[in-house]
């Protein structure tokens, strides 16, 4: 592992939260980073309004692994419209600085989270 880098990235980089997929899924889908081809899949379980189950699966970088791990983790228990109206910033700090080049990574995550949750909010 290399030094120097951000506690919160690591920690979600080496034991990621959420991985895998609801059972009984509400919602599903899946998102590819138009930078890299990574893709990173999503599911989500509401209960009473909130998101009672969110988790993912990213094949790409460690940075979207952990990025993924990081946003499920800080989504759960929300109502969507929360998570709508934050912005990556949230996912930023929670992960720590990460290098330039890296943060295309963390964007791509929090877009495809958001974008699949406000799909999902414009359907139901
Ligand atoms: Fe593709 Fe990080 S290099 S998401």
């Keep these: 592992m290399k030094a120097g880098l951000p506690m919160g990235f690591l920690r979600h980089f080496r034991a990621p939260r959420n991985v895998g997929r609801v059972e009984d899924a509400d919602w599903e889908w899946e998102r590819k980073s138009p ?72 964007a791509f995550v929090w877009e495809a989270l958001v974008s699949g949750l406000k799909e999902r909010e414009e359907r139901a």
């Excluded at 800080?74 to 890296?102: D, F, I, M, T, Y």
């Design 35 to 106: 930078w890299c081809q990574d893709t990173v899949r999503f599911s989500l379980r509401l209960k009473h309004g909130r998101l009672e189950a969110l988790r993912f699966h990213a094949y790409g970088c460690g940075v979207a692994i952990a990025a993924a791990s990081a946003a499920t983790e800080w989504a759960k228990g929300k109502r969507p419209k929360a998570v709508l109206e934050a912005r990556v910033a949230v996912l930023e700090r929670l992960l720590g600085p990460l290098p330039e080049r890296k943060r295309r990574c963390v």
